[in-house]
């Protein structure tokens, strides 16, 4: 699994809200308001392809999981390696929506040397899996552009790993707004950035003298700050019944520019790219 899933999921995954069918002109919604409310799940998977490691111009097949459901007015899901749960209970219909919750990311960044595909960097140290524990604040507001049904949302996420790898934070703004087409299709965009500790920026970005000599690779000391941006968008479209419940296609794709020292890096300026692209499909059951 790659450690890009977890900017990939919050789209795949995203919670729909749903409007009335295009042929329908009647002003009410055809979902049952019940099914907003109430509680739900929805399990489902994508494969597609993502840079082999944070920085690479190489891209490998990935096959990502994916968990999402809501109980008692609580969010909560797991996303390829990411799982989140929004504590403050929320309703299904228009209004603000206060978001705070916890955070634990599994970070597989240069984990397996048999997934970097780069024969410079396959020479680098791998690194264990960092254990990424924070949480997160926000809020959001339904009924903003198109209908009743549409969200857009800001948020602050941070994490510390507690395993030892890098041993320090990481924080994500991120802005988030969906749509519903229909009451069979939606649609979303998300935009994020990330801040990246030292420690951070030692164990992925940094080569040292010792590194430079096995891999050929010019030594090079990455400093912390902005390490990226990414764009992404996704579709989610129902295949049996509607948004609520049955199967659906979801598709996906993002464009990441890497910044700063960590674009600058042999890792990426040499061995990789600060442009970095990615691209999946798979099917979701809601229940």
């Keep these: 699994m790659s450690y890009r899933a977890a900017f990939l999921f919050p789209l795949l995954l995203a919670t729909p809200a749903f409007a009335q069918d295009d042929a329908t002109p009647a002003p009410a919604p055809l979902i049952d308001p019940a099914k907003l409310e109430g509680d739900s799940l929805r399990i489902g998977a994508a494969v597609g392809f993502t840079p082999s490691y944070d920085g690479s111009d190489d891209l490998v097949l990935t096959a990502v999981p994916g968990i999402q459901g809501r109980v008692s007015g609580i969010n909560f899901a797991l996303r390829g390696n990411r799982l989140w749960a929004d504590v403050i209970p929320t309703s299904g219909g228009p209004g603000w929506d206060v978001q705070l919750g916890p955070i634990v990311s599994l970070n597989f960044n240069r984990k397996y040397r048999g997934t970097v595909t780069d024969p410079q960097v396959r020479r680098l140290p791998l690194r264990n899996i960092a254990v990424e524990v924070g949480g997160f604040v926000g809020i959001g507001k339904q009924g903003v552009i198109t209908s009743d049904y549409d969200k857009l949302s800001v948020s602050v ?99 990441r520019r890497m910044l700063n020292d960590f674009a600058e890096t042999p890792i990426v300026s040499i061995a990789g790219s600060r442009n970095q692209w990615t691209g999946m499909a798979g099917l979701a059951y809601a229940f």
């Excluded at 991120?174 to 965009?189: E, Q, R």
């Design 157 to 255: 996420a941070y994490t510390y790993d507690i395993n030892g790898v890098h041993s320090s934070q990481s924080i994500t703004p991120a802005i988030d707004y969906g749509t519903p087409l229909s009451t069979k299709a939606y649609v979303g965009f998300n935009l994020q950035a990330n801040y990246e500790g030292q420690g951070f920026a030692d164990a992925y970005f940094t080569v040292t003298p010792a590194d430079s000599i096995a891999s050929g690779l010019p030594a090079y000391r990455a400093r912390k700050g902005w390490k990226d941006w990414t764009l992404s968008a996704f579709g989610l479209h129902a295949l049996t019944g509607d948004l609520t419940g049955g199967l659906s296609l979801m598709v996906a794709g993002s464009y």
